[in-house]
Each structure stands twice: as structure tokens, then as C-alpha cells.
């Protein structure tokens, strides 16, 4: 399928008035959005779309944007990081999961002994470390890494009470991390992307999947599952982290004015926005899956507790692979769990 490249057009008139003359110069850029989400999906509707309109006129309308969802330009999921890297498209918004390996820093992040359960926390302690992340972003340029509320378990049948009841399920998992997780609970882990989960649990290829409350609703989760599992106050067995990104070229073909709208609309002035918009969805989902006759389980404390050592053993997991590849991970992982639990107050 042939790849929808980013356009470039430029005009430029003079014009003559009382024999005084003055050049004027009006650019166009139009800039493709590519996700593999469905275009009623809370990442088009409640982050990519109005951060899309709002640059647009911010900008004047020198700047328009045209939005691929569902994976509509070509690829496969774990493809749109390399879309973006290498200008196939002009932003994505994907999981760094889904390219392994990439993001070695960012990843502290996703452990669940670090994200609690609250993205707006979590998306403010980010934005606070992205110069310790920065080198896992030096070839595009980020407009916004964040997280979602966080991983609940969502079984098609049966429940989970216990630590000790994960044993022998197959879970999809959405990240590497996840997977560690759910390898330390004794569970199975099945990696997909999310948009293959609906088809894996129809199927019975899997038993359960790892996704928040606000991805099941797009993907009909509630007509597929029974049961839905979450820890103690609403945390979660970990999270993933996304990243909303722009091709370096794109973003350096912008002049400087239109470079600081772009700008003024990343980082920090989005993250609490949308940390707390996917906050606020979780509810929606809850109830979703409430009205279509299903459980929904937070354990009590002492059965979260049981988590503890399984997800502490991830964590040092991930902090004996990141030093071995020279990246102070004691050290990250600490000052992570310093600044959510700073912005959590």
C-alpha cells in the first residue's frame, strides 16, 4: 500500500500599494497522524484529534493535519515507530513497547511497583525525567510520553482472587514488562498488539488480557470477558507508556514560530490533561463492564500484598539488563518511584 508522505506547499506573493511594495510569504504544511487505534478510540477522541485542532490554530492554519486510524496508512502496529523514524509518516502515536528494546529508560515507568495506578501522577513524574529519558528519543522528536491508568486483568472465564491463582493462564501481555510480570505470577505471557485481543479471546487462544478499563471499551471487551481484576485502590499490575512523536524532519522543516507552537503544545502542557482525562475514563469502562454482567475485583489489601515480591523481583529484573547495558538503572528506578510518589500528593 502505498504511504501517504508528508506535503509540503509553499506561496508566495508580492504585491504594490501606493508605490510602496512588501513581499508576503504564507506557508502550508500538512502532516500526516497515523495510530492503530479505532477513530472512536479515547487516544484519537480525547488526545489526537484536539491536540491536532489546536495547532491548527494556534498556528493560524499554517499547519493541517490529517489523521490515520486503525493502522489505515499500512503496517502492522509494531511498524509505526519505524513509520515516524523514518518519515513514512509525520507523527505517530504508538507503545514504545511494541519495539523492544528502544527505549531501555522509559520503561521504568511501565514496572508496577513504580506507576500506582494514577497516569495524571505518573505523566508529571515522566515530564519531570524526560532529560534522564532523553536519549531513548533522540530520533524523533516527542511530543508527549505518558501512560493510561494502568493494567487490569480481564478474563473470559473464572477469576482471580490470589497471587497464586495467575498460575497456568495465558495473558496476553502488552509490553516485555508485562510479560515479566505475568512470567513471575506463573501465567503464560502472549504478546500481541491490543487490536488483537477481541479475535484472541473469541478464540480461546488466550485466557485473559492485560489492558486498562478505557481500552476495553473500544474493543468490546465487556461482551468478551466475564470477570475484570484490578489490585487494591484501584492500582494495577503495571502500565504501559506511549509516545506521541513527530519525524525529526518534519518537525525541523517547521520555521522557528511555527516550532514553538508545536512546542507549547508538548510535554508538560499536555501531560496532566491527559494523565487526568484517562483517569476520568477508567470509571466509564467500569461501568461498562458492570451494566454488561460482569465482575469487577479490587483485592483487599492482603491479597494485593501477595504481588509485592513478584513485582519487586521485575524490577531488578529490569535493573540488572538496563546496567549491563551501561544505564544506571538503580538509580533511575529510585528517582522514578521519588517522583511519582511526589506528584501522586
Partial sequence: MKFLKRSLTCTAAALT???????????????????????????????????????????????????????????????????????????????PGYTPGTFP???????????????????????????????????????????????????????????ADFKGLKVRSPSRTGAWVLEALGAEPVGMPVPALPQALSKKTVDAGLVPF????????????????????????????????????????????????IDDHSGLALAEKIGTAWNNIEPIGIKKALDAGNTVTSLSEEASAEFDASFE?????????VTDAGIDGTALLAKARAAVTENSK
Fill in 105 to 163: 529508560r522509559t520503561e521504568v515507568f511501565e514496572l508496577p511497583n513504580v506507576h500506582k495506578g494514577d497516569a495524571r501522577a505518573t505523566n508529571l513524574a515522566i515530564q519531570g525525567m524526560m532529560g534522564d529519558l532523553a536519549p531513548d528519543f533522540t530520533s524523533v522528536h516527542p511530543i508527549l510520553v505518558h501512560v493510561h491508568a494502568g493494567n487490569a486483568l480481564h478474563l473470559a472465564n473464572g477469576n482471580v482472587a490470589s497471587a
Fill in 214 to 261: 478505557e481500552v476495553a471499551i473500544p474493543l468490546g471487551l465487556s461482551e468478551l470477558t466475564s470477570a475484570s481484576v484490578q489490585l487494591a485502590d484501584g492500582a494495577r499490575f503495571g502500565t504501559s507508556t506511549f509516545l506521541f512523536a513527530m519525524n525529526n524532519d518534519s518537525y525541523n522543516s517547521l520555521p522557528d514560530d511555527l516550532k514553538k507552537v
Fill in 17 to 95: 500599494l501606493f508605490g510602496m511594495s512588501a513581499a508576503a510569504h504564507a506557508q502550508e504544511f500538512t502532516f500526516s497522524i497515523h495510530h492503530f487505534l479505532s477513530p472512536k478510540a479515547p487516544a484519537q477522541k480525547v488526545l489526537i484529534a484536539p491536540w491536532a485542532a489546536a495547532v491548527e490554530e494556534a498556528s493560524g492554519g499554517r499547519i493541517k493535519f490529517e489523521i490515520f486510524p486503525a493502522m489505515s496508512l499500512g503496517g502492522k502496529p509494531p511498524e509505526l515507530y519505524g513509520q515516524v523514524r523514518d518519515g513514512v509518516a509525520d507523527l505517530v502515536w504508538t507503545l
Fill in 313 to 321: 523481583n521485575v524490577a531488578q529484573r529490569w535493573v540488572l539488563e
